[in-house]
């Protein structure tokens, strides 16, 4: 069965600081790339930052690039996301997603398995 649970979603006021957690089963976790997705309300679904299983490649969007920082923790089963200077355009939910494969590739990541998703609200 797989599982991921985010945590650490919130409100905070622009230039603050959030770290999102995703804590997964080693089933779900184990050989496999890790990402972040956002959606605002209104917009399309974007990836925001990915990570590979070795944790020696990292992708990150055009947006959050210099931001946010994506790490993972494979004792812990964990996969975090740090984001800095946060921006009013950073509001959105957040979701965490484990990948199929063990390397990036973002145009099947959403193939994988889906958490339900964290609030994160940046506000002026």
């Known amino acids: 069965q797989v599982q991921l649970e985010e945590s650490g979603g919130g409100l905070v006021q622009a230039g603050g600081s959030l770290r999102l957690s995703c804590a997964a089963s080693l089933r779900t976790f184990r050989g496999v790339a890790m990402g972040w997705f956002r959606q605002a309300p209104g917009k399309e679904r974007e990836s925001v930052a990915a990570?590979?299983?070795?944790?020696?490649?990292?992708y990150y969007a055009d947006a959050v690039k210099g931001r946010f920082t994506i790490s993972r923790d494979r004792a812990k089963n964990t996969v975090y996301l740090q984001m800095n200077s946060l921006k009013p355009e950073d509001t959105a939910v957040y979701y965490c997603v484990a990948d199929i494969y063990s390397e990036i590739n973002i145009a099947t990541m959403t193939l994988g398995s889906w958490g339900q998703g964290t609030q994160v609200t940046v506000s002026s």
């Open positions: 990570i590979n299983w070795s944790g020696g490649r990292t």
